[in-house]
């Protein structure tokens, strides 16, 4: 199956510092999604993104298809931006495969 | 938007009794999953379903874990019996269709005791 490598494993930041967050892909993806898991566990969606560039705010995520990775972008960070960002890829029909997750920690 | 919602919230029994979650997609959602996370490891999954029908279940641990979704709608995950390494967080998500955005519910945080 496909493996997911996400980078760095941990990242502290003080508020209103940048950051980019990486994921690598065994093989290639036609599904590409990014998640945030805040500290009470929940999971929200932040792109759907298997190529090009999208823009959410102070959010933004780029995916290479061809080189099999995708950076998340977070510009002027804030304290509820804490928590753990999540990479999952797929080929099949919906099936994610998620990476270990980065756990990002701003401090005010 | 609506939200997936899940119950219980929190579930606290002992090992070899019967456990029983349920989840409702957003209304209109062809595609449902149910994934497995451990502390500290990304959500695995555990079955999907496009419409009652299940696509992937290869992660379903099939002698203690069950799963179904009748009328396309609603789903229910059972496992009996419950064993130690089952304590985790139980996680329902659904998508329009199979390759679309995944949106996950607030989750089943179980402990086996």
């Known amino acids: 199956g496909i493996q997911v490598e996400q980078s760095p494993p941990d990242l502290i930041l003080q508020e209103g510092a940048n950051s980019t967050l990486r994921c690598n892909f065994s093989?290639?993806?036609?599904?590409l999604q990014w998640f945030h898991q805040n500290p009470w566990g929940q999971l929200i969606n932040l792109f759907y993104?298997?190529?090009g560039t999208k823009q959410n705010g102070r959010l933004s995520a780029t995916t290479v298809a061809t080189e099999r990775y995708s950076l998340l972008y977070i510009s002027s960070s804030q304290t509820t931006d804490s928590g753990v960002y999540f990479c999952a890829g797929g080929t099949s029909y919906g099936k994610l495969t998620f990476g270990q997750g980065t756990i990002l920690t701003v401090h005010p | 938007e609506a939200e997936v919602a899940q119950s219980p919230r929190y579930k606290i029994t002992e090992k070899s009794q019967a456990v029983a979650f349920w989840c409702d997609p957003i209304s209109g959602h062809a595609t449902l999953y149910w994934y497995r996370q451990i502390l500290g490891q990304g959500p695995e999954l555990l079955v999907q379903f496009q419409d009652e029908s299940v696509v992937d279940d290869s992660q379903l641990p099939k002698d203690r874990f069950s799963a179904e979704r009748l009328k396309g709608v609603d789903s229910t995950l059972k496992i009996q019996p419950a064993e130690l390494g089952d304590s985790a967080m139980y996680l329902c998500a659904s998508s329009l269709e199979g390759i679309q955005p995944q949106h996950f519910g607030d989750g089943t945080r179980l402990s086996i005791l």
């Open positions: 093989d290639s993806v036609n599904n």
């Open positions: 993104i298997p190529s």
